[in-house]
């Protein structure tokens, strides 16, 4: 997943009263990266921050480049960049991948733990951290392994951690249940998930899939500022699970417990929703994730604002991940989040404000999606993988830049 800064409303940048609304996006191919044959079917994609241009190859005009972290079923990690040249962090034949996460590159780690014989390159200088199919999560600083740490059970999900006071952390959840925050050098605190401690309305909402109940896979984990009955901003983790409930976490100890009627497969912080007259935004000048949007197996979403669910929209197929994009990211403009939404099928879904504005059909099932805040000169983006079968068994996967350009209806207030 990758983490989007949300800049203050109240600063320069930003014209007081000027907000807008989408009536819609053009999406346009912009490339297609090869990725190596040999490296394995993609089965976890992350985006790495873009970095300045002084040294691209080609010294073209291009104001940096994109670097996008792929995971294989191989076990192999690549670093693609988008001028089609690739860094291996982690080669082919150790357990397969299934979790990437990119993260701004922390402050130089030990120096001791850096081989000082090859000089890193610019283009590796974000952070990766990898969750695999034995349970191990690995960080990788500037390109470099710094650590590896291995669990009970496969990780199947990870995020980052959006609590200002954990800075450098993230979220992991596995297949047994286990939710655990961490950074480079170790664990802050771990949780397990108790199915059996549900609610009496959680469990009579869970009845009629009472032969779920037993799963305890965490599908998805989430990071989130919401006020508490005092009006505070606390920090909570919200943790999916098979069983199809939601619970929300303070510091890893359970205090609420959301019962959907279909399994909940993604989460995402942000802000959907608007306050107050007019159904406009009013954001906390220190906080920048006080709500999370949910998407279940039904095809739908869900926002938790406060600790209540909202509706805000239908799809056409069950989805699989979802995103948000902060509408500064666009231009100078107030306003809730754009969802992106990945699905089961070759479906991508673009929302805003409870109203799906574009649709783009890939033609394939993506192997994996993520989003690209800025992609160099071109803005916003969408990165698809395509997995194909070609010749004798060898598989060739591509990822596709899907360029994100909004059409706007102004209005000045």
């Not at 807008?20 to 089965?43: M, R, W, Y």
């Not at 303070?250 to 009627?261: C, Q």
Request: hydrophobic share 40%.
């Amino acid at each position: 997943m990758t983490q989007v800064k949300r800049p203050r409303l109240s600063t320069s940048d930003y014209h007081a009263g000027h907000s807008a609304d989408i009536s819609g996006f053009c999406l346009s191919e912009k490339i297609v990266l090869d990725l190596p044959p040999d490296i394995g079917t993609t089965a976890a994609i992350a985006v790495c921050p873009s970095v300045n241009a002084g040294s691209h190859k080609d010294d073209s005009i291009q104001n940096g480049y994109v670097t996008i972290a792929i995971g294989t079923h191989l076990g192999c990690i690549a670093l693609v960049h988008n001028d089609q040249t690739t860094s291996i962090l982690e080669g082919p034949g150790g357990p397969a991948i299934q979790n990437l996460l990119a993260l701004e590159s922390t402050t130089h780690a030990d120096p001791a733990s850096i081989n000082n014989e090859t000089k890193l390159s610019t283009k590796t200088k974000c952070d990766v951290v990898a969750g695999d199919a034995e349970g191990r999560i690995t960080t990788y600083l500037s390109g470099r392994m710094f650590s590896r740490k291995a669990y009970a059970e496969p990780i199947s999900a990870l995020a980052p951690d959006c609590n200002p006071h954990t800075p450098s952390s993230f979220l992991v959840g596995d297949m047994g249940g286990t939710v655990i925050n961490c950074h480079a050098q170790g664990v802050s605190w771990k949780a397990q998930i108790d199915i059996s401690a549900l609610s009496t309305a959680a469990r009579s909402v869970l009845a009629e899939k009472e032969s779920k109940l037993t799963d305890p896979t965490i599908k998805d984990v989430c990071s989130v500022q919401l006020p508490d009955r005092h009006g505070l901003f606390t920090n909570y983790v919200l943790v999916a699970s098979s069983s199809g409930h939601v619970q929300l976490l303070s510091r890893g100890v359970p205090v609420h417990t959301i019962a959907l009627s279909a399994p909940c497969n993604a989460l995402c912080p942000g802000v959907f929703l608007g306050s107050g007259t007019g159904d406009k935004v009013r954001l906390s000048p220190t906080r920048s994730n006080l709500q999370a949007i949910i998407g279940d197996d039904a095809g739908r979403l869900f926002v938790l604002d406060g600790f209540e669910l909202v509706p805000y929209a239908q799809l056409d197929y069950p989805i699989t991940r979802v995103f948000s994009l902060p509408l500064s990211v666009f231009g100078s403009y107030d306003g809730p989040d754009v969802v992106i939404c990945a699905t089961r099928s070759d479906s991508i879904y673009i929302l805003y404000q409870k109203k799906i504005v574009a649709t783009h059909v890939t033609g394939f099932w993506p192997a994996a999606v993520n989003i690209i805040p800025a992609f160099l000169d071109a803005g916003p983006a969408i990165a698809v993988v395509e997995s194909q079968l070609r010749g004798e068994q060898r598989r060739y996967d591509r990822v596709h830049i899907i360029l994100l350009e909004p059409t706007w209806k102004e209005s000045q207030t």
